[in-house]
């Protein structure tokens, strides 16, 4: 599943402008915690932050925890 996060503190009605931001190769997270300027953009003209995760990160990080659990059982 495609993983987002909203944010829409600034937003005044439901036809508030909306600000994509998709994602890099990293976690959703770390992007939407670090990406000061989008928020200050988002207050400026009272929109709507949503952040889209790529959607092979999820499937990476799946994998990398796999390869280190199966490195810990032998």
């Known amino acids: 599943p495609q993983t987002y996060l909203v944010y829409d ?26 990406s000061g300027a989008i928020f200050e953009l988002a207050a400026e003209f009272s929109a709507r932050v949503v952040f889209l995760e790529h959607r092979l990160q999820r499937k990476r990080e799946n994998e990398r925890n796999k390869r280190k659990q199966q490195a810990l059982l032998c």
């Open 9 to 34: 503190k600034f937003a005044r009605s439901p036809a508030s402008p909306i600000f994509v931001y998709f994602g890099n190769e990293g976690s959703i997270y770390d992007f939407y915690n670090n």
